[in-house]
Structures are given as structure tokens and as C-alpha cells.
């Protein structure tokens, strides 16, 4: 995921635009996970365990999207940080559009 390390954006502190530092902040935990797909389930019905690659617990072949660390095209959740002031502002991903959306703007 590509975004730039600084941005030039309103500071509510200081009254004015000001040049922000960027950085990721974590969604705050799982929501939603959908239990079918579960670890605790998997563990229940003697899957899951194991040593080496046995990708998905074994029938499948490993699943490679689910070891990359970001997604590419992800809401992401971004502390803006005043160069000014030192304050942090973060921005709610609900509101945010997609990385790939940002790029293009
Ligand atoms: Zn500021």
C-alpha cells in the first residue's frame, strides 16, 4: 500500500493547514469474523495443527493472500500527526476512501 509520508492538511489545534505526518494505525481488533472459518472451530474438529506448510490445514494448497501483511486496495485507518503542534488527529476509516482511490485523485 502506497501513501505519502506527509500531507499538507487542516489542524484543528492550531487553526490552520499545516504539514501532517502520516501513519497507519491498527483497525483495533478482529469484528466480524465469521465462525464457520474460525481457528477455535478448526481446533475443534482436529484441525490446525501441525508442523510445515500445510497450508489451510492441509487439503488446499497454502493460501498466499492470507500471509501478505496489507491488503491493496484497503480503507485505511490513518493518524495524522501536526508537525507544528505534535498533536495527533485520527481519521475514522468509515469515512476514508480506498488507498487506490486516493492515489488517483
Ligand atoms: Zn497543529
Do not use: D
Not at 70 to 89: A, D, E, L, Q
Amino acid at each position: 500500500m502506497k501513501l505519502p509520508k506527509t500531507t499538507n492538511r487542516f489542524c484543528p489545534y492550531c487553526n490552520k493547514k499545516t504539514e501532517q505526518k502520516i501513519k497507519l494505525v491498527g483497525t483495533g481488533g478482529k469484528r466480524g469474523t465469521l465462525t464457520r472459518g474460525s481457528k477455535y472451530r478448526a481446533k475443534k474438529r482436529g484441525l490446525g495443527r501441525g508442523i510445515g506448510n500445510l497450508g489451510k490445514w492441509g487439503s488446499k494448497p497454502a493460501q498466499t493472500k492470507h500471509k501478505r501483511k496489507s491488503k491493496t486496495t484497503k480503507k485505511p485507518n490513518i493518524m495524522y500527526t501536526c508537525s507544528v503542534c505534535k498533536k495527533s488527529k485520527y481519521r475514522n476509516s468509515s469515512k476514508n476512501k480506498r488507498t487506490g482511490k486516493i492515489l488517483q485523485e
